[in-house]
């Protein structure tokens, strides 16, 4: 996983998207732009920290978890 | 009586929806899905550490700038393994200070490139040969390129290729040999002798009905 350590925790990019879920996007796409990752990048990622419970999508939205949220200020 | 057996091997065609797949690569795990919305130029070389390939990598690398201004993503590929990848980019930084900013798939068990037609056994049996596969934000394949093992890509032809369907795509219009951006396009030729008659008098440069041109 890129996004997700063998440990479970997330990487400098997994972080970038945390951080940008944290203010506010819901979706790949707002994502990628507040991140500055490639959208490829941002699907995958997202669907790795969905795996690794850091994550959760609910109706294609996505949301930290509460574990998620621990790893970002 | 021996049977004969001939096995029907199906190769990818421009205009068809690329196959999907999911595979391991140096930026994780992604499926070709991820890159929906995008334009994607899928290239396979023939093996890491190799020179032609270096080459490669080095010029796919320094246009990458020119591929993102084109809302186009690189995603290489090759038989090798992503400890292999890694090692082999990052001796390309250290010995050329050139990054390989793109992924790279590890198609060890080669589901991939046999769904791309990417093995050519008459080139090598083991090895994928240098395949270019342009698809589009729908991901419907465009364009497909391929070169013999000896010969490096042209990297400039690839992105002429997508200017020219990108501009087609937005003007409805053809592109003539050896054109490159802000030159004339072809207007499609009338398909009826009404449409014929016309065309002469609609202001195109025109050679003949046929074949006119102009400026997008």
């Known amino acids: ?73 | 009586m021996e049977e004969i057996r001939e096995e029907i091997i199906h190769f990818p065609r421009v205009g068809e929806v690329a196959p999907s797949f999911e595979a391991v690569t140096t930026h994780g795990t992604l499926r070709l899905e991820d890159f929906k919305g995008s334009w994607l130029v899928l290239f396979s070389h023939p093996a890491d550490f190799t020179p032609v390939c270096t080459t490669e990598f080095i010029a796919f690398s320094q246009a990458y700038p020119e591929f993102q201004k084109r809302g186009a993503e690189l995603l290489g590929l090759s038989v090798d393994s992503v400890s292999s990848h890694i090692a082999w980019t990052r001796n390309i930084q250290e010995k050329t200070g050139v990054k390989v900013p793109f992924p790279i798939i590890a198609d060890l068990s080669k589901e991939v490139s046999v769904k791309y037609g990417m093995i050519h056994p008459g080139e090598s049996k083991t090895e994928t040969i240098r395949c270019v596969f342009i698809i589009d934000p729908n991901q419907v394949i465009r364009a497909i390129l391929y070169y013999p093992l000896t010969t490096g890509r042209n990297i400039s032809e690839i992105l002429r290729i997508i200017d020219a369907l990108q501009t087609t795509d937005k003007y409805g219009v053809a592109t003539p040999a050896n054109w490159q951006p802000g030159e004339k396009v072809i207007v499609p030729a009338p398909t009826t002798a009404e449409g014929a008659e016309e065309r002469l008098k609609e202001g195109y440069e025109c050679v003949d009905w046929y074949l006119c041109k102009k400026s997008v």
């Open chain 1, 1 to 73: 996983m890129a996004c997700v350590t063998p440990e479970g925790k997330p990487t400098e990019s997994g972080k970038k998207m945390l951080n940008a879920l944290k203010s506010g996007a819901t979706s790949p796409e707002e994502v990628a732009k507040i991140s500055g990752l490639p959208l490829f990048r941002v699907r995958s990622g997202l669907r790795d920290m969905v795996q690794a419970d850091l994550v959760k999508e609910e109706e294609g939205k996505y949301k930290l978890t509460e574990k998620g949220g621990k790893f970002i200020e």
